[in-house]
């Protein structure tokens, strides 16, 4: 075997798991396709990682990458293509070749999806976020815009409802797809203005978002909107494609509580994985499990009674 | 109510977890017996925190109350005898007096179970231990003792026999209690002497550990053994007997996936919670969980599914 672990994912997740596995001397391979530090390095401003009261994405993504380049993982550029059972664990399959390892833990995260307009990725973490969580405290008192009608768009919504001055729900759709009950609980805020068969076309900003243009859909009509920030909820692309594990309708990996997929020796952590939430303090802790889990694994003394039922072929293949 | 949230205990978990309710305007107060950040304070040095290569524990102990501080949530210097239920949520009663709550985060941590011994407290993170994981690579090509003769003892014997020349595995009886695996893997060590019917009886340093005097406590002989450290694994007293929830055996707190207790409102974060491992990073990512958690809960949107079963109070009491 070329590896004892091979890490996909090079975020919180992925660092941590790294800095546990090479702690406990695994042979440790890390692969990222695009940046070391993961999503998080594009937001504007951490609050709320534990021992960092104010840190910036970029200079918390190169903290967690040196972290982790002090064991001397190797730290892999490319992009996962497979993942593949052979004797004894698995080959990963990527555009750096195939490698050979006993244990996976895959922490590739997910992918926002994007509105795909302009201004949006100029003003990505200054005032264009997919996250209330991290960022609506910075927007207390101001004017924001909400986009999307699911889940989280309203859970995120009702959040931000605590803290901002007014919030503009734009919706495509004339009805939200959201559980009812966050339907009713946002139904009964005051400071909601729904726009309808609505999509955003556009945002402006001076060095960081100022407002929005948005279309109504059925009439065709545009108007602009003072905001100070543009929160997107039009789902999420967990990054999971290339292995074939028990995973929820929309592609997040199940695992048990110790982080263990129905394949024996993958364990997953952070963003891919099916949860409650997603925050990179929990996904710093979700990779340090996985990387004892695997350990454990390696060693013969991880209990698997919890692990989610065995992945059935023809039910993917179907 | 007094407030929405009440944090029992004040060391990552607890600390993590005041710091996403405060961001989310719950109002919070966090109760601590003792210090505030915990145990891990009294670690020598912390080196597998993401995003902290090498820190004090008293520096990082600091560093996360800080933080937490900065959000302003009461902090309360007290002992916690009760959690006891009232309409619309809970009353903890401490040294500080009963206070009411919508919800609960317990987060009270275990106390690893000490020998009692001369020299024991004295280098206590200079040499002495209960973190095989966080303080095993600073021993490494050394000698050091493993006291206990269970899962716990054994595990962590496992990882340290790769990193250390030898391990003296003490134990008070004949015959290891450690689960057979454990059992059969340490058996193929090269690098452990067996001290069979034995206890350590002082601990000997300058500056950090030196030695131990060990007993025979069948022929009452004594020797002393040049070591470095001294891992003890005599079990852990998880701190919860002031809470009525559903536990394990040895009084760690059940929960779902989503730090959900089996009594609606409480939930469990931390060392003090059933779990494979212990491990700051994972307790910070545990009390940010059930902070949000316990946020959604208030907000009447936490689905419950996998809640452990209720608490039957007659088993308890009997």
Same mark, same amino acid.
């Given at each position: 075997m070329d590896y004892d672990v091979i890490v996909i994912g090079g975020g919180p997740a992925g660092l941590s798991a790294a800095v546990y596995t090479r702690r406990a001397e695994l042979k440790t391979a890390i692969i990222e396709k695009l940046t070391f530090g *993961? #999503?998080? !390095? @594009? !937001?504007? &401003? %951490?609050?709320?990682? &534990? *021992?960092?009261?104010?840190? /910036? *994405?970029?200079?918390? =993504?190169?903290? #967690?990458?040196?972290?982790?380049?002090?064991?001397?993982?190797?730290? #892999?550029?490319?992009? $996962?293509?497979? $993942?593949?059972? %052979?004797? =004894?664990?698995?080959? $990963?399959? /990527?555009?750096? *070749?195939? &490698? @050979? @390892?006993? @244990?996976v833990i895959v922490a590739s995260g997910a992918a926002p999806k994007k509105l795909g307009i302009p201004g949006e990725n100029e003003y990505f973490g200054r005032g264009v976020s997919t996250c209330a969580t991290c960022d609506g405290p910075f927007f207390a008192k101001r004017d924001v815009a909400v986009v999307g009608g699911g889940d989280s768009a309203l859970s995120e919504g009702l959040y931000l409802s605590r803290l901002v001055n007014k919030i503009y729900l734009i919706h495509r759709r004339d009805k939200l797809r959201a559980e009812p009950i966050l339907q009713k609980r946002f139904s009964e805020l005051s400071n909601v203005e729904y726009l309808w068969n609505s999509v955003v076309t556009k945002i402006a900003g001076e060095k960081k978002v100022t407002g929005i243009t948005v279309k109504n859909v059925t009439t065709g009509e545009e108007q602009e909107i003072n905001v100070s920030a543009v929160f997107i909820y039009i789902g999420e692309v967990p990054q999971t494609s290339f292995v074939d594990v028990k995973k929820d309708e929309n592609g997040y990996i199940m695992t048990d509580e110790n982080m263990q997929t129905s394949s024996p020796g993958i364990f997953a952590a952070g963003d891919c994985r099916h949860s409650l939430t997603?925050?990179?303090?929990? /996904?710093?802790?979700? =990779?340090? &499990?996985?990387? %004892?889990?695997a350990q454990m694994y390696i060693e013969g003394r991880l209990r698997s009674k919890e692990r989610p039922e065995a992945v059935n072929p023809q039910r993917i293949l179907s």
């Amino acid at each position: 075997m070329d590896y004892d672990v091979i890490v996909i994912g090079g975020g919180p997740a992925g660092l941590s798991a790294a800095v546990y596995t090479r702690r406990a001397e695994l042979k440790t391979a890390i692969i990222e396709k695009l940046t070391f530090g *993961g #999503i998080i !390095t @594009t !937001t504007d &401003l %951490i609050e709320n990682y &534990l *021992g960092f009261p104010a840190i /910036s *994405g970029a200079d918390f =993504g190169k903290a #967690i990458q040196q972290h982790a380049m002090k064991y001397n993982p190797d730290m #892999i550029q490319a992009e $996962v293509h497979a $993942v593949k059972p %052979i004797e =004894g664990g698995y080959a $990963v399959e /990527s555009d750096a *070749g195939s &490698l @050979t @390892t006993k @244990t996976v833990i895959v922490a590739s995260g997910a992918a926002p999806k994007k509105l795909g307009i302009p201004g949006e990725n100029e003003y990505f973490g200054r005032g264009v976020s997919t996250c209330a969580t991290c960022d609506g405290p910075f927007f207390a008192k101001r004017d924001v815009a909400v986009v999307g009608g699911g889940d989280s768009a309203l859970s995120e919504g009702l959040y931000l409802s605590r803290l901002v001055n007014k919030i503009y729900l734009i919706h495509r759709r004339d009805k939200l797809r959201a559980e009812p009950i966050l339907q009713k609980r946002f139904s009964e805020l005051s400071n909601v203005e729904y726009l309808w068969n609505s999509v955003v076309t556009k945002i402006a900003g001076e060095k960081k978002v100022t407002g929005i243009t948005v279309k109504n859909v059925t009439t065709g009509e545009e108007q602009e909107i003072n905001v100070s920030a543009v929160f997107i909820y039009i789902g999420e692309v967990p990054q999971t494609s290339f292995v074939d594990v028990k995973k929820d309708e929309n592609g997040y990996i199940m695992t048990d509580e110790n982080m263990q997929t129905s394949s024996p020796g993958i364990f997953a952590a952070g963003d891919c994985r099916h949860s409650l939430t997603k925050q990179a303090i929990i /996904s710093a802790g979700e =990779g340090a &499990l996985a990387a %004892i889990a695997a350990q454990m694994y390696i060693e013969g003394r991880l209990r698997s009674k919890e692990r989610p039922e065995a992945v059935n072929p023809q039910r993917i293949l179907s």
